[in-house]
């Protein structure tokens, strides 16, 4: 944020600052210090129980692996391994397809949490790091429900506090999990601007064996991001889940404000009610959304967008239609080029 407002760079750091709610008198976010236990039960109770029945007979629809049964078979799209190119189906009908197997053994799954300052943030009654630590817990909890392992990253803002949970199954390892990730703070100590570079390649130096892996971040960080990706998820299944909240879109009139850089710690007083400068601000705002989601369509990588004024429930209920009704598509194409002699 402050970057654009001294330099009116392209890159616009607009969910930096919890300020702008502070000074509109609005409501104390709800904190990530928390009982994982109570958090993990009453997420049990309002969202796992509710997905639970979602994916039964579905489940590997959304985690499929490198197995030896066959899946799927699609079209080739940039970034897919050559490897799994299908030289027979792509002679018949001369456009490159390749093979998706299922996995033949427990689903392993990462987080790569991006904790860095900026998703403090958050205008609701939920900050973007009370939603990370929702959501990783939600994955975390079906997963090892049916006896899958996940591991986590964890990324608070400096590289060298960066903590490896290793990839287990349990209860009380989700429960241990979750301390982790709530124990990951800034403290209140600025640092330098994020790189979820660095984060995506430490990942793919950590983690040898195809998985699952959640990308968690605001994506609010300095660019080059995206040949990362690329290149995680050329190796493993990649979802990214993007923490976003509406203030960082579109600036509300509140007068006179100060603004916190919650990376680097510094302030600016602006006037949000000059209607121009709202104007700049969401015209910026909608620049740097196109750049992301460009960035994202360049990887070929699944976003799940959580907003911290929806439900969760709901934004993972949408997500896992839309997974559902792209592999129902996919297999009415495969059961189509199996009926015309052509697999």
Request: proline content about 5%.
């Given at each position: 944020m402050l970057r654009w407002l001294k330099k009116r760079s392209t890159h616009v750091e607009a969910?930096?600052?919890?300020?702008?709610?502070?000074?509109?008198?609005?409501?104390?976010?709800?904190?990530?210090?928390t009982d994982p236990e109570r958090l993990l039960k009453r997420l049990e109770w309002t969202v796992v129980r509710r997905l639970d029945g979602m994916l039964q007979g579905d489940y590997r629809t959304f985690f499929r692996?490198?197995?030896?049964?066959?899946a799927d078979l699609r079209e080739y799209v940039p970034h897919d391994d050559?490897?799994?190119?299908?030289?027979?189906?792509?002679?018949?009908?001369?456009?490159?397809?390749?093979?998706e197997h299922q996995e033949d053994r427990e689903v392993a799954a990462w987080l790569l949490l991006d904790l860095s300052g900026s998703v403090d943030f958050g205008s609701a009654n939920i900050s973007k790091r009370m939603l990370s630590l929702e959501f990783?817990?939600?994955?975390?909890?079906?997963?090892?429900?049916?006896?899958?392992?996940?591991?986590?990253?964890?990324?608070?803002?400096?590289?060298?506090d960066d903590v490896f949970v290793q990839a287990k199954s349990g209860r009380r390892h989700v429960l241990h999990l979750m301390r982790s990730i709530d124990a990951a703070s800034t403290g209140g100590t600025p640092h330098d601007a994020t790189e979820l570079g660095a984060v995506l390649s430490n990942g793919l130096?950590?983690?040898?064996?195809?998985?699952?892996?959640?990308?968690?971040?605001?994506?609010?960080?300095?660019?080059?991001?995206?040949r990362s990706l690329s290149l995680l998820a050329r190796r493993h299944d990649v979802v990214a889940v993007r923490l976003f909240d509406p203030l960082e879109i579109e600036l509300p009139d509140l007068g006179m404000i100060a603004l916190r850089d919650a990376e680097t710690g510094e302030m600016l007083w602006v006037d949000s009610s000059d209607p121009k400068f709202r104007q700049r601000f969401a015209?910026?705002?909608?620049?740097?959304?196109?750049?992301?989601?460009?960035?994202?369509?360049?990887?070929?990588?699944d976003c799940l967008e959580l907003a911290t004024d929806e439900a969760l429930d709901e934004s993972l209920v949408r997500f896992l239609q839309f997974r559902k009704r792209r592999a129902q598509l996919s297999s009415g194409a495969f059961g189509a080029a199996a009926a015309a002699g052509t697999v």
């Open positions: 969910g930096a600052s919890g300020a702008p709610i502070a000074a509109a008198g609005g409501p104390p976010l709800q904190t990530v210090r692996g490198a197995g030896f049964d066959l050559v490897r799994h190119i299908d030289w027979n189906v792509t002679a018949r009908l001369q456009v490159p397809h390749v093979r990783s817990a939600v994955v975390a909890r079906l997963l090892t429900r049916r006896g899958n392992r996940i591991g986590a990253l964890i990324h608070s803002g400096s590289h060298q130096a950590a983690i040898r064996r195809r998985s699952v892996i959640f990308v968690v971040s605001d994506f609010i960080t300095l660019p080059g991001w995206d015209d910026a705002a909608a620049d740097r959304e196109q750049k992301l989601r460009d960035a994202l369509a360049r990887t070929g990588v």
